[in-house]
């Protein structure tokens, strides 16, 4: 981050992600950059996490903020092995390591639109009762933020990064259906501590959102 101010970084990469890719890609050393990145994604998950766990108490909203912020580092983890193929495909040449900083910037966008999002997920969250509600509510707003974080892969073509954008497009869709049935394996999340798994068993995650979403009715 030799050329990022630490203090306005955040709105650096909001305003011109092309310039943290740019970073990510050219700059002698990453690992800096690497580790701001993660830890914008994971305390933007997390702080998402919580505001849909307030549902629940405040006891279940700490429990969620955890699961969110894992669940988001687990899913990275898992499809850092398909960002690498898929950007090969698409024409990129970074080294795995540069590559991983490119990864992440649009992860931490996402990170950011997601804690942007949280006091508002918050508010329903503490006035409604409806869990179907908070189930539909909380989908919604997380895919106005995965709609608008996908703004760095269009940066790295622009920067010649990669020749095709499908491959890069097709890898955030794997991680995005990754992190779904991310949240159905660490289910419940909005139920009182100690509450048995709903549905029992192994479940694919549509099932799993469609049984709360008719909670609602």
Known sequence: MNAINTRTSVAELLRNPDTCLGHACEDARTGGLTAFLLLLSLAGSAAFGFAI????????????????????????????????VFSALGG??????????????????????????????WLFSVSTESVGFIVFFSCGLAAVAVYFAQRPLLCAKERGLVISLVGMRVWFFVLIVVALQ????????????????????????????????????
């Open 53 to 84: 766990g307030s549902f629940a108490g405040w006891g279940v909203a700490f429990l969620d903020a955890a699961k969110m912020a894992g669940i988001m580092l687990f899913s990275f983890a898992l499809c850092y092995p398909t960002l690498y």
């Open 92 to 121: 990129c040449k970074l080294s795995p390591k540069r590559l991983l900083a490119l990864g992440l910037v649009p992860m931490a966008v996402l990170g950011c639109l997601l804690a942007a999002l949280s006091p508002i997920m």
């Open 182 to 217: 991310s949240v159905t394996l660490v289910r419940p999340m909005l139920s009182p501590l100690g509450a048995e798994r709903t549905p029992q068993g192994k479940c694919f995650f549509l099932e799993h959102f469609k049984s709360a979403i008719l909670e609602m009715r």
